[in-house]
């Protein structure tokens, strides 16, 4: 396609190589979107986008230089917006017979999205997964730095896979609605898992995180459906903001409704109540994965997926990476978990309390540069359950650790806590102190690599040296 098609008052016409809003993204003949971003403004490398060949600039500042020759200048409004506009006109065949599913929520979307990938390329369909534990197609694998990333990395991502794909599955973040990463993409299937406080430090109200979840019901296509939650506070705000039919999952309301019958470290065995009753086993642990396997179901019921062997996937459906991962250590039990919202420490802190053989330890921190008001009603769940909580450094980013402490500690009544700023060492604290039958709960990264002296390593890889250290 040239780009007078597209604007035809330019005065140079050219094919278009690409659209990108990074400059080190530019080749010839490509087409430049210069975005104001948090860290970086798009216009401040314009001239490196000509110099790599962009032919086309479109921008949303005013430009006070002199035009370079045989280069067009487009200033829009909204840049974000243009850019969208422009992949949706150039690419919109790679969305051609996809099934496009959108998933969101404060806690679970990653299970929920990890399940239904899971089962589709059990049910032998090409599936694509993008979400907060990478890019997933068959055997390939791509890193992500966000949960959802920027719209030209998912026209991208599609478009590599688009031969034999199927199905596509987003993870879906309130931040990425907001800032119009999946502008223009149309969902056949969109879910909202749950709600609860998180990201206030980017949204500062309720009405706005509530809001900005919402908007993903308004990107349904015509014949789409939602599936919300039916048990929590918000599905009549949500019910309201489409007209698509809207199901639901819950215990005692809802479209599909479940039964938790047993619930241990084990695993869960539940039985589902919708044309006809199902029980199921999975290795899944505690009510939060009972309700995100319900959202699973749901899923699967509205994308009319076989279910005669869903029974077997998720019997054999293993814990997902950093989310509830257990493993034993001498005769402790060690649960790694990504929880960093307040419900999610709470269901964390309560389900092993009331399952450990003996006391319950908590490593947990808090990230830097995030919702502050979060931060001591996460120390306080845990502090609720745990015989002792180490606080602990969870990624301050620039901010200093001891105010991210001053905020977990404000105001609590409980002070059965010790700060070890080192992550290393207050897992080595927290397994020192143990003794056998104990649980020890290491909260907040998950599987997530981080740097400690200089070295990458994951909170696993820590306590299985420490370990060593301390039992060898």
């Known amino acids: 396609m040239k780009i007078k098609e597209l604007y035809p008052m330019l005065t140079y016409d050219h094919e278009i190589s690409s659209i990108v809003h990074h400059s080190q993204e530019v080749y010839e003949n490509a087409v430049f979107v210069a975005i104001v971003g948090y860290n970086h403004d798009g216009h401040d490398f314009i001239f490196e986008a000509i110099a790599k060949g962009a032919k086309t600039i479109i921008h949303e ?16 409004e909204n840049a974000q917006k243009e850019l969208a506009w422009l992949l949706q006109q150039v690419y919109s065949s790679i969305w051609d017979d996809l099934t496009v599913i959108g998933i969101t929520g404060t806690n679970g979307k990653t299970t929920v999205s990890t399940m239904v990938y899971h089962y589709l390329t059990y049910l032998d369909y090409p599936t694509l997964l993008i979400g907060s534990n990478g890019c997933k197609y068959v055997d390939y694998y791509w890193p992500l730095v966000n949960t959802t990333p920027d719209i030209v990395t998912i026209y991208r991502l599609v478009k590599q896979c688009k031969a034999k794909l199927k199905y596509v599955i987003i993870e879906v973040s309130s931040q990425a609605i907001r800032e119009l990463r999946i502008q223009g993409i149309q969902f056949d299937l969109v879910a909202i898992t749950n709600i609860s406080q998180d990201h206030f430090d980017y949204h500062h109200t309720w009405d706005d995180y509530l809001f900005s979840k919402g908007l993903l019901l308004t990107k349904l296509k015509p014949a789409g ?3 919300v939650k039916r048990e929590m506070p918000f599905f009549s705000f949500f019910n309201g903001l489409t007209i698509n039919p809207v199901k639901s999952f819950g215990k005692n309301l809802g479209d599909i409704r479940y039964q938790i019958t047993s619930s241990s470290l084990k695993g869960l065995k539940m039985t589902f109540t919708h044309l006809n009753t199902l029980q199921i086993e999975s290795p899944l642990t505690g009510e939060f994965n009972a309700e995100n396997i319900a959202c699973f179901y749901t899923i699967c019921i509205y994308l009319s997926l076989k279910l005669a062997p869903l029974i077997e996937f998720l019997k054999d459906f293993g814990t997902i990476k950093g989310r509830m991962e257990q493993f034993p250590l001498n005769q402790r039990l060690i649960v790694i978990d990504y929880a960093h919202t307040p419900e999610a420490v709470k269901q964390v802190a309560v389900f092993l309390k009331t399952q450990s053989k003996n006391r319950l330890f908590v490593v947990l921190g ?14 306080r769940f845990a502090l609720e359950n745990a015989e002792w909580v180490y606080i602990t450094e969870d990624n301050s980013r620039s901010e200093a650790f001891e105010e ?5 500690t404000h105001n609590q009544i409980l002070n059965n806590y010790t700060v070890i700023p080192k992550r290393s060492l207050a897992i080595k604290k927290a397994l020192e102190k143990s003794t056998e039958k104990d649980t020890i709960a290491i909260i907040g990264m998950g599987s997530d690599w981080y740097t400690e002296a200089e070295e990458l390593v994951t909170d696993e890889i820590i306590v299985k040296r420490m370990g060593e250290i301390i039992w060898s």
């Open 404 to 408: 991210i402490v001053a905020d977990m």
């Open 61 to 76: 500042k005013e430009w006070f230089y002199p035009f370079p020759q045989n280069v067009n200048f487009h200033r829009v």
């Open 225 to 227: 459906i939602a599936i």
């Open 366 to 379: 808090c990230g830097g540069e995030r919702d502050r008001l979060k931060r001591p009603l996460m120390l």
